[in-house]
């Protein structure tokens, strides 16, 4: 679990309600089942007009990924690989099949068996590249989708503001009802501004984040196994892959 998320959207709702509570509001006052229906269904109406059934229904798996994902450390990802390579340049590179069943990650597991099987080195990385790409994509489309629901949030919450001036101004027989009908219009614009900026931008920034670190990652497995079925020296392989990573933390591995 990502605890930066969750901490991070806990912590939000935490300041607007104690704001609330501090600042002398009743809590109440702010809950308006009408807005929340016009900026949240609004949101989900306009996503599923800017894209298709499919890609809207992996929102859900999507927003779940920026809470739950795991992607491996570079440092444990280089380790590995060159551990690997050591086995192949000690015993032939045969003997990586009977280390896959220990190998956790599975693209790793799959450049690994790809080299064991002797498949030639540019469909090899053609695959792997393809594989890179594809999940690049989903990732990509995922953070369009929480980018369009986050941009459509506080349009929608406009709308309602403007609903709720036209439903007050058009009944003004009773003055002294006038600014709870204004303060009730304008809830739409703030659950707008809460929708967007504390949970769909958010997501999508943090999943932009998870897949250039996936992405990342990926790019040095690839680089890793390749150098494997080239033969290339465990040492060099390390200090190859070791450029990916900030020379400080390089540093600080060695001692």
């Known amino acids: 679990m990502d605890i930066a998320t969750v901490v991070g959207t806990i912590l939000s709702i935490l300041l607007i309600v104690g704001s609330i509570i501090v600042g002398g509001g009743s809590f109440m006052a702010f809950i308006d089942i009408p807005s929340i229906l016009v900026v949240i269904g609004g949101s989900i109406a306009a996503a599923l007009i800017s894209f298709p059934l499919p890609n809207f229904l992996g929102v859900f798996g999507v927003t779940m990924k920026c809470v739950f994902w795991k992607v491996d450390s570079t440092e444990d990802v280089i380790k590995q690989i060159v551990s690997l390579s050591e086995v192949a340049r000690r015993e032939g590179i045969l003997?990586?099949?009977?280390?896959?069943?220990?190998?956790?990650?599975?693209?790793?597991?799959?450049?690994i068996q790809m080299a064991v099987d002797g498949t030639r080195p540019e469909v090899m990385e053609d695959i792997l590249r393809t594989e890179l790409?594809?999940?690049?994509?989903?990732?990509?489309?995922?953070?369009?989708?929480?980018?369009?629901?986050?941009?459509?949030?506080?349009?929608?919450?406009?709308?309602?503001?403007?609903m709720g001036l036209v439903i007050m101004l058009?009944?003004?027989?009773?003055?002294?009802?006038?600014?709870?009908?204004?303060?009730?219009?304008?809830?739409?614009?703030?659950?707008?501004?809460?929708?967007?900026?504390?949970?769909f931008l958010p997501f999508a920034e943090k999943l932009g984040y998870t897949s250039k670190k996936e992405r990342l990652t990926m790019d040095i497995i690839i680089r890793g196994v390749m150098a494997i079925q080239s033969g290339e020296?465990?040492?060099?392989?390390?200090?190859?892959?070791?450029?990916?990573?900030?020379?400080?933390?390089?540093?600080?591995e060695a001692a």
């Open 170 to 199: 058009g009944d003004m027989s009773d003055p002294s009802k006038i600014g709870a009908g204004m303060a009730v219009a304008l809830l739409t614009t703030l659950y707008g501004a809460i929708a967007s900026n504390v949970l």
């Open 95 to 111: 003997a990586l099949e009977s280390k896959t069943a220990e190998i956790d990650n599975d693209f790793i597991k799959l450049g």
């Open 233 to 252: 020296n465990p040492r060099v392989i390390e200090q190859k892959l070791n450029t990916f990573i900030p020379p400080k933390q390089r540093a600080k």
């Open 133 to 162: 790409d594809a999940i690049s994509t989903r990732h990509r489309d995922g953070k369009a989708l929480l980018d369009c629901m986050g941009r459509f949030a506080p349009a929608f919450g406009m709308i309602g503001t403007l």
